[in-house]
C-alpha cells in the first residue's frame, strides 16, 4: 500500500468527516459513502474498507474484489463473522482500547445510580423533604465481569478503587491473574451463584449467543444486578423478562438489546428496576476514532502489525 | 481505666444499641441517654462520654467533673472546638478512617449522574424513545480536593481509577505527594482556576469558615462543579446561590448546609443543577461504628494512642 491506494469510508453518518481527516493526512485516494448505493457506485478499486454497517453482500461483487482490508469502526464484529461474504484473505481489524474508559464510566454511574438510590433523592428534593437514609456500598461487593479485553480491564479498576472482589470468566484466559477467582466457558454456574454484579463485555460468537439465559439467571443472588454493554444477543431477551418478572434480580441495566433500537412492544421498558440506554455506553469520538483509524492506516502502510486484527476462528 | 470505668454513650437515636455492644465486650459501669434530661441525670462519675450533639454545657456541671475522654461518634468535631464548656485535660477524639469509602462513593456517584446525564436517560426510557447521546466523561477531567485526611485519600484513589488528573489544597501539607498538584491556604484562587471539579472535604475551623465565598467561586471555571461533603459553613452560602444564579458553574452537590435540616425557604431546594441530600454522605453503620467504639476503648484501657485524637489547637 501506498498513499494513493483506495481508500472507502462507509458509515450511515458523518463518513465524510473521517474521509477529510484522513485526506488531511496525505492520503490521495480517499471516498466516502452513506448509502448501500453510494457505496456500490464507488467501490471500484477500493483497497481499504474502513466501515460500519457496511452492506457486506457488494464484496460478492466484482467491483468489491480489490478489498484487502475492512476496517471497523466500531468494537464489535459480530455482523461480520456472520457473513458468508468476506473471502477469507481479507484482513480485519475492530477498535480496541478506545472503549475501556467510557464504558467503565457507564457502568460505574449506573451501578451507583441505583446502589446510592439517586431516584429517591431527587423525589425528596423536589418535595424539599430532609430525610436523611442509609445507602447501600459497592465496596465490599462481588462484581463479576464477563469477558477480560481492554473494557474489562478498565472495569477491573475501578472496581478496585471501590474496594470490590472482582471475579472473572473469559474464554481465553490469558488474564485469569487480574481476578480474584478465574472461571472458563463451561463453569458459568458457579461463576454467577455468588455475584452482586455480573457485567457482560463479551463479544458475541456462536459460543456466547444466549449464553446468559434461564438457568444462568436463576443461579444468581435474587438480589443481584446483570449489566449488559457488550451485544443485546449475549442474554436470552425473553427469559430475561420471565426472570425479572417473577421479582428475581434487583436491577438489570442494559444498554444493548437483541433487536436495536428496541422495539416500542417490549416489556422491557417498564419493567420496574430496568434502566434502558439506546446502545449509547462506548462512544467514540470523532478526534479518538479520527485518530485510531490513522494510525493503523500508518501501521499497514509500513507493513506493521495492525491494531486490533480479529481471529476470524475465534470470532472476535 | 478498667472495664468497669463508667462508661456514657449519648446519642439522639441508638444510643442504648452502642451502650449494649459495649456491655457485650465486658464493660460492666455502661448508660444510654437521648435526651439533655437524660444525661444530666445519669453523668455522674462518668470517665468516658461517647457522643453525638450532647448538651456540653453539662460539663460545667460537678456532675461532668469526672469526664476525661470524649468521643465524638462522627468524623467533624467543630461544635466541640467552638465549646468553651471542655476543660483542657479532657482528650477528644472522632470517628477517623470509616468514612472514605462510602463519602466517596457519594461523590462519584453524584458526578457520574451529572456528566452521565442519567436524568435524560431516565426520561426516554419513560417516553420509550431510542436517542442516543454522547455523555461527558470524568477520564481527562481535574479534581481539586480540599482536605486530604482519609476521606481525600480515598477520593484520590477513585479519581485515579476514572484518569483524572488531581491536584489538592491541605493545610498540613503532609499528603502532597499523592496529588499532581499541591497548594497551601494561601493558593485558593490559583488552585480552583484550573479545576473542573473541585470538593470540599475540609474540617470546619475558624481558618476554614466560609472561606468558599464569591471570589473562590468566581475564581472557577463557569463549566465547574462544586461538591461540599464537608461543613456547610466552608461555604458562604448566600453568596453561592448569588453566583449559581448568573449561571456561573455546572453544578452543585450538597450534602452539608449551614444551618440542617436546610429550610424549606432555601433557594438551594429549586436552584437548577443544584443536588441536594441531606447530610448522608458518610453514614457509619452500626456494626462498623461499633467495632471503631469498641477498638478505642481497648487502646485506652491499655494506655495505647487513641484513633483520631483531635488536636485542639488546630481544631481538627
Redesign the interface.
Known amino acids: 500500500m501506498n498513499k494513493a491506494s483506495k481508500i472507502m469510508i462507509y458509515t450511515p453518518s458523518e463518513a465524510e468527516l473521517y474521509a477529510d481527516l484522513i485526506r488531511k493526512d496525505g492520503y490521495t485516494s480517499v471516498c466516502s459513502a452513506s448509502t448501500p448505493e453510494e457505496a456500490e457506485e464507488k467501490l471500484q478499486d477500493t483497497e481499504i474498507l474502513m466501515q460500519w454497517k457496511f452492506p457486506l453482500h457488494l464484496l460478492e461483487k466484482p467491483a468489491g474484489k480489490s478489498v484487502k482490508w475492512i476496517q471497523s469502526l466500531g468494537a464489535g464484529v459480530d455482523d461480520l463473522m456472520r457473513s458468508t461474504s468476506i473471502p477469507e484473505g481479507v484482513t480485519i481489524s475492530r477498535v480496541v482500547d478506545q472503549f475501556g ?2 464504558m467503565s ?2 457502568v ?3 451501578l ?2 441505583v ?2 438510590d ?2 429517591r ?2 423525589v ?2 423536589k418535595k ?1 423533604s ?6 447501600e ?3 465490599g461487593k462481588t462484581i463479576g465481569i464477563a469477558g477480560l479485553g481492554s473494557i474489562g480491564k478498565e472495569a477491573i ?2 472496581a ?4 470490590m472482589k472482582v471475579y472473572g470468566l473469559s474464554y481465553s484466559g490469558k488474564e485469569a491473574h487480574l481476578v480474584d477467582r478465574h472461571y472458563g466457558p463451561d463453569e458459568w454456574m458457579d461463576f454467577v451463584k455468588d455475584l452482586d454484579i455480573l457485567l457482560l463485555i463479551l463479544p458475541l460468537t456462536e459460543q456466547t449467543r444466549h449464553i446468559v439465559n434461564r438457568d444462568v439467571l436463576m443461579a444468581m443472588k435474587p438480589t443481584a444486578c446483570l449489566v449488559n454493554i457488550g451485544r443485546g444477543h449475549l442474554v436470552a431477551e425473553d427469559e430475561l423478562i420471565d426472570v425479572l418478572r417473577t421479582g428475581h434480580l434487583r436491577a438489570a441495566i442494559l444498554d444493548v438489546f437483541q433487536q ?3 422495539s ?1 412492544t417490549s416489556p422491557l ?1 417498564e419493567l420496574p428496576n430496568v ?6 455506553s462506548g ?1 467514540s ?1 470523532k478526534e479518538r476514532l479520527g485518530q485510531y483509524l490513522l494510525s493503523n492506516l500508518t501501521r499497514y502502510q509500513n507493513g506493521d502489525a495492525l491494531l486490533g486484527v480479529v481471529n476470524r476462528k475465534a470470532g472476535y
Not at 430532609?130 to 445507602?135: D, G, L, M
Not at 478496585?160 to 474496594?163: I, Q
Request: charged share 15%.
Open positions: 474508559g467510557p464510566e457507564y460505574f454511574a449506573q451507583l445510580y446502589y446510592q439517586i431516584a433523592s431527587q425528596a428534593q424539599k430532609w430525610q436523611p437514609f442509609v445507602t456500598l459497592l465496596q479498576r475501578k478496585r478503587a471501590f474496594n436495536e433500537p428496541l416500542e421498558w434502566y434502558i440506554t439506546p446502545h449509547m462512544p469520538t
